[in-house]
T-cell receptor, first 116, second 111 residues
């Protein structure tokens, strides 16, 4: 079955450590996204990529970094510069559209990151 | 920026129809309206998308008036498993691929 796989489901980080969240898709989608969700709130866009080797900052990119070396993969690194990293992280993908938002996004089941 | 406003929460009972209205006064000419459903600890799931008039699929209907300044998601005969958060999104051409997921509407279905 085609879909998006995020791993791990739960992740714990010590203060001052960088951690990388994995996101893999086999939907042959060009566009991929990372969102952060805090309890009781909506999703906020961290980074997005429309095509391999290209990505743009979203609304809350500070303290995060990404890479897009392969079409199928869009890993997110939460750096030590992110002062409040505890959150639910969601990865999504979609068909690339000229307008950018008329193609539904397909989401993974998320990674919950906590600070020890 | 295109912005949406929807109720924070709604309660319903099994078998009833639930209608969630979303306001989007600044919708642009080419923007689409998309609704997602999210269960706890899961990623959102696409429900339905429309541009104008009415769209219906196997799970919901979407009603969009001629001025497109609002839209209504209709969930027919809800069950307990429809308890979730529902997000209304409008494409934002000024920000390319950036979409805004607001706080959504928490729908609680009771027996």
């Amino acid at each position: 079955d085609g879909g998006i796989t995020q791993s791990p489901k739960y992740l714990f980080r010590k203060e001052g450590q960088n951690v990388t969240l994995s996101c893999e898709q086999n939907l042959n989608h060009d566009a991929m996204y990372w969102y952060r969700q805090d309890p009781g709130q909506g999703l906020r866009l961290i980074y997005y990529s429309q095509i391999v080797n290209d990505f743009q900052k979203g609304d809350i990119a500070e303290g995060y970094s990404v890479s897009r070396e392969k079409k199928e993969s869009f890993p997110l690194t939460v750096t030590s510069a992110q002062k409040n990293p505890t959150a639910f992280y969601l990865c999504a993908s979609s068909i690339r559209s000229i307008r950018g938002h008329d193609q539904p996004q397909h989401f993974g089941d998320g990674t919950r990151l906590s600070i020890l | 920026l295109a912005k949406t406003t929807q109720p924070i929460s709604m309660d319903s009972y099994e078998g009833q129809e639930v209608n969630i209205t979303c306001s989007h006064n600044n919708i642009a000419t080419n923007d689409y309206i998309t609704w997602y459903q999210q269960f706890p600890s899961q990623g959102p799931r696409f429900i339905i998308q429309g541009y104008k008039t009415k769209v219906t699929n196997e799970v919901a209907s979407l009603f969009i008036p001629a001025d497109r300044k609002s839209s209504t998601l209709s969930l027919p005969r809800v069950s307990l498993s429809d308890t979730a958060v529902y997000y209304c999104l409008v494409g934002d051409r000024s920000n390319d691929y950036k979409l805004s997921f607001g706080a959504g509407t928490t729908v609680t279905v009771r027996a």
